[in-house]
Antibody
């Protein structure tokens, strides 16, 4: 059974950093592209970042470029999102998601999410 | 590509045939998926590539469309279908629609 479990969310002040993790199980992690998708409170969904199965290429939405870094450790079956220079508009539930293969660009499995609140 | 979903709120009766609409600002080339999100849960993939049913999803859900106009149909609405439904395009950039909230009348 595919499982994705996020951790690392919490309350952080504007301008500070936070690192999210996603532990994957039930599939061969190194074969799949992965992504982070977020949802602000009572709002819609927003793709944040994606990474290829090898980790060799990464992709970001414009509003997080230069501030967020997506990475992965295939030996640990873990996905990461390093978030720097956080802003109030980054407040959201962050979901770890799996691409069904190598570059299909939709998401077939989602974790339960981890909440990030950026506030002073 | 911007996605516009309509209606934003839909109220229907159990057993009704329900149709949700998603319109793109440009041609989506059938790279469209539909997600269901129940209150307090993560989204779940229902349909991908316009009309392919994800494994484990009931056959009462179906998708159709082409070009800029796409539709999710529930053939016979069930109480457990109460949720918000999002369309998502992956043809040019990666964007979600704003959602249609589906209620039971």
């Amino acid at each position: 059974e595919v499982q994705l479990v996020e951790s690392g969310g919490g309350l952080v002040q504007p301008g500070r950093s936070l690192k999210l993790s996603c532990a994957a199980s039930g599939f061969t992690f190194s074969n799949y592209y992965m992504a982070w998708v977020r949802q602000a409170p009572t709002k819609g969904l927003e793709w944040v970042a994606s990474i290829t199965n090898s980790g060799g290429s990464t992709y970001y939405r414009d509003s997080v470029k230069g501030r967020f870094t997506i990475s992965r450790d295939n030996a640990k079956s873990t996905l990461y999102l390093q978030m720097d220079s956080l802003r109030s508009e980054d407040t959201a539930t962050y979901y770890c998601t799996r691409d069904p293969g190598a570059g299909y660009w939709y998401f077939d499995f989602w974790g339960p999410g981890t909440m990030v609140t950026v506030s002073s | 590509i911007q996605l516009t979903q309509s209606p934003s709120l839909l109220s229907a009766s159990v057993g009704d045939r329900v149709t949700l609409s998603c319109k793109g600002s440009q041609n989506i080339n059938n790279y469209l998926a539909w997600y269901q999100q129940k209150l307090g849960e993560a989204p779940k993939l229902l349909i991908y590539n316009t009309n392919s049913l994800q494994t484990g999803i009931p056959s009462r859900f179906s998708g159709s469309g082409s070009g800029t106009d796409y539709t999710l149909t529930i053939s016979s609405l069930q109480p457990e279908d109460v949720a918000t439904y999002f369309c998502y395009q992956y043809n040019n950039g990666l964007t979600f629609g704003s959602g249609t909230k589906l209620e039971i009348k």
